[in-house]
C-alpha cells in the first residue's frame, strides 16, 4: 500500500496537491473569515498538520532517494550554493511546503488580529492576496492598516 502511495505521490503530484489545496484555506480566510467553519480548518492546528504530513513525505521520500541533507547548509556560503540547492527538486518542493505554511499561518493570524480589531474583511482582502503571493509585503501591508485601526504604532504586540 505504501508503495502504491509513493508511486502516485511524485514531487510533481505533491506540488500540485499544494497548489490546489491551500486555496479553500485562503478564500476562507478571505471570505469568512469569522465564520465557525474558518476558525476550525483554518486557524486551528488543521492546515500545519496537513502540510506538515506532505513536508515529511517529502524528506521520507527524499531519504529513501540519494538526496544529502548535509548539503543544504550550504546555503549560507553565498547566493550560488543557494541558487545550486534550488535546481534540486527535493530542496525546492521542501522549501515550497515551508514557504505555503509560513504564509497561511501569518494569513490566519492576520484574519483573526482583524476581526480583534474589527477591521473590514474587505479592507483585508488586499493584504490576504497579497500576503499569499509574496508574504512579508502583504504583512507590511497589513501592519500599516493595522496602525489606523489600533489607533498606536506598535513594533511588537
Same mark, same amino acid.
Given at each position: 500500500?505504501?508503495?502504491?502511495? #509513493?508511486? *502516485?505521490f511524485? =514531487?510533481?503530484?505533491? *506540488?500540485?496537491?499544494?497548489? /490546489? %489545496?491551500v486555496?479553500p484555506?485562503?478564500?476562507?480566510?478571505? @471570505?469568512? +473569515?469569522n #465564520?465557525?467553519?474558518? !476558525? /476550525?480548518?483554518?486557524?486551528? /492546528?488543521? +492546515?500545519?498538520?496537513?502540510? !506538515?504530513?506532505?513536508?515529511?513525505?517529502?524528506i521520507?521520500? #527524499? =531519504?529513501? %532517494?540519494? *538526496?544529502?541533507?548535509?548539503?543544504? =547548509?550550504?546555503l *549560507?556560503? %553565498?547566493?550560488?550554493?543557494l !541558487? $545550486?540547492?534550488? !535546481?534540486n527538486?527535493e @530542496?525546492?518542493?521542501? &522549501?515550497?511546503?515551508?514557504?505555503?505554511?509560513?504564509n497561511l &499561518?501569518?494569513?490566519?493570524?492576520?484574519?483573526? $488580529?482583524?476581526?480583534?480589531?474589527?477591521?473590514?474583511?474587505?479592507?483585508?482582502?488586499f +493584504?490576504?492576496?497579497?500576503?499569499?503571493?509574496? %508574504? +512579508?509585503?502583504?504583512? =507590511?501591508?497589513?501592519?500599516?492598516?493595522r496602525? &489606523?485601526?489600533?489607533?498606536?504604532?506598535?513594533?511588537? $504586540?
Open positions: 500500500m505504501l508503495e502504491q502511495i #509513493s508511486t *502516485y511524485t =514531487f510533481e503530484m505533491v *506540488y500540485l496537491w499544494l497548489i /490546489i %489545496g486555496i484555506f485562503w478564500l476562507m480566510l478571505i @471570505f469568512f +473569515p #465564520s465557525k467553519l474558518g !476558525s /476550525i480548518f483554518v486557524s486551528s /492546528i488543521f +492546515p500545519i498538520f496537513i502540510l !506538515s504530513g506532505a513536508y515529511v513525505f517529502v521520507y521520500q #527524499s =531519504f529513501l %532517494g540519494s *538526496y544529502h541533507f548535509g548539503e543544504n =547548509f550550504s *549560507y556560503l %553565498g547566493i550560488k550554493n !541558487s $545550486d540547492l534550488f !535546481s527538486q @530542496f525546492l518542493i521542501i &522549501f515550497w511546503i515551508h514557504f505555503l505554511a509560513i &499561518f501569518c494569513g490566519s493570524w492576520m484574519s483573526r $488580529d482583524a476581526s480583534r480589531l474589527l477591521i473590514s474583511k474587505y479592507l483585508m482582502f +493584504p490576504l492576496v497579497i500576503t499569499y503571493f509574496i %508574504g +512579508p509585503v502583504g504583512i =507590511f501591508i497589513y501592519w500599516i492598516i496602525i &489606523f485601526y489600533a489607533k498606536k504604532i506598535s513594533l511588537y $504586540d
